[in-house]
């Protein structure tokens, strides 16, 4: 894919996001799984486990490439890769398949099963599914609801945020949970969202943006941002965000205006500076977009975005370790904004 270069979503690039994300949502082996043992009865394959999500390398993985393929069908549904889409998903979004999945978040073992990466992406996807004039969505509900549920049990105890990069980013999985809540009008859900986010970021000011550290895929500083953005209201955003990055006019810090290099993109966890130059694209243009257009740090914002794109749409394939989750990131970048 190393022709690739473009600014917004094609049908082109729907097509090829979308037979990457079939090349690897079905494909068993190689597996990292986020299984605990609790005894021998415990030691089973990823299928079996997870009847829907046992592709693409992992669960969280098989979930956003499950979403690429639901939002290329719904944004270009005349390319040639939408039946094989559409038999894909009637065959997974069973009731029974989505029993067991449900199921598996009962075992006591699995309280902290994808915590909050995996519990964001599931209600992105279900916020896409709900989209399509399918019955995917309605099927699909439990396991959302399992999710929703979890971040109703989680974040009233959680007293601190996780400033990460990586998995672990508390700013990243609300950001995408907030579609879910918006997605079906479950104000209590938002609120909570919202209450959490002021209690941990709404002080932050001038950030350092010491970053990136060596398997970043999110930046902190730009996530937390986007997390703020997506749930206050505007002029709230806006002058937070003044004060947030208070010289962005001037494209500092340095750091954070300045695209990744990626050294090798064999390596699992260096190949994530891509997803991270992709994801301060996503997270620049979406932030660019909620400034006043007199904003004189618009057009630097909109120029970052653009050149971490560049640096980085076309590597989305060309190693398994990278092109089993790339395509994600680099479709939220090329429909942010």
């Known amino acids: 894919m190393s022709s690739l270069s473009a600014d917004r979503l094609t049908p082109e690039l729907a097509s090829q996001f979308a037979r990457l994300a079939l090349g690897h949502v079905a494909r068993e082996y190689p597996n990292k799984m986020d299984h605990v043992l609790s005894g021998p009865d415990d030691v089973k394959g990823p299928r079996e486990l997870h009847p829907i999500f046992f ?26 890769e939408a039946p094989a889409i559409r038999d894909l998903f009637d065959d997974a979004f069973t009731h029974a398949k989505v029993a067991v999945e449900v199921d598996y978040l009962a075992r006591p073992s699995a309280r902290g099963f994808e915590r909050p990466y995996g519990w964001g992406w599931l209600l992105k996807l279900q916020a896409e599914l709900l989209l ?26 959680a007293a601190y945020p996780i400033r990460t990069g990586v998995h672990s980013s508390t700013a990243f999985a609300l ?39 060596g398997d970043d895929f999110l930046s902190a500083t730009l996530t937390t941002a986007e997390c703020l953005r997506r749930l206050l ?40 500076l891509d997803g991270l130059n992709l994801s301060r694209a ?56």
């Open 175 to 213: 950001a995408l949970a907030s579609d879910y809540a918006a997605a079906t009008n479950d104000g209590e859900l938002l609120a909570l969202f919202e209450g959490k986010a002021r209690d941990w970021y709404l002080a932050d000011r001038n950030a350092q943006a010491w970053e990136p550290s």
């Open 132 to 157: 399509h004039e399918t019955p995917w969505a309605a099927t699909h509900a439990p396991l959302a609801e399992a999710f929703a549920q979890r971040f109703r049990d989680f974040l009233p105890v």
């Open 55 to 80: 592709g693409s390398f992992d669960w969280h993985s098989c979930v956003h490439g499950y979403w690429t393929l639901a939002t290329v069908l719904r944004l270009h549904p005349e390319i040639p």
């Open 233 to 272: 209201p505007d002029n709230t955003f806006q002058t937070w965000f003044a004060d947030y990055l208070p010289h962005a006019d001037e494209a500092r810090p340095a750091t954070l205006f300045t695209p990744a290099v990626v050294t090798d993109r064999t390596d699992g966890k260096i190949v994530h």
């Open 282 to 337: 996503w997270c620049w243009r979406e932030l660019a977009a909620a400034l006043p257009a007199d904003d004189p740090a618009r057009p630097v914002i909109e120029d970052a975005a653009q050149r971490h794109l560049a640096a980085s749409l076309p590597h989305v394939a060309g190693d398994y370790m990278g092109e089993h989750w790339l395509a994600s990131f680099a479709l939220l970048a090329l429909t942010a904004g």
